[in-house]
Nanobody, 124 residues
């Protein structure tokens, strides 16, 4: 089982960029499909992006496609979310998630390991 710690959130103006990082402990990081979810106040947690252990397969929600990029560095046990062209609708707590898998997964109930979350606030 890995443990996940997110960082990189903050306050940014609309049109700006942020890069989130999720550092994982544990020696089996390479076995895990990783994902970023987000949850805005009074809304359900939703998938943002997912990436397989090799990085060969990725998934993006329609709302972030073309603006966000998920990537991973298995040597550093870290997954990243580069967020560009941010807008106020992107404001949420962003969570890193993991599960042992060979394919991308998009539902929160498919993941068994979660980070504590990092706040992203986009001002207009």
């Amino acid at each position: 089982q890995v443990q996940l710690v997110e960082s990189g959130g903050g306050l940014v103006q609309a049109g700006g960029s942020l890069r989130l990082s999720c550092a994982a402990s544990g020696r089996t990081f390479r076995s895990y499909t990783m994902a970023w979810f987000r949850q805005a106040p009074e809304k359900e947690r939703e998938i943002v992006a997912s990436i397989t252990w090799s990085g060969g397969n990725t998934y993006y929600s329609d709302s972030v496609k073309g603006r966000f990029t998920i990537s991973r560095d298995n040597a550093k046990n870290t997954v990243y979310l580069q967020m560009n062209s941010l807008n106020p609708a992107d404001t949420a707590v962003y969570y890193c998630a993991a599960r042992v898998s060979s394919r991308v997964r998009v539902r929160p109930d498919e993941y068994d390991t979660w980070g504590q979350g990092t706040q992203v606030t986009v001002s207009s």
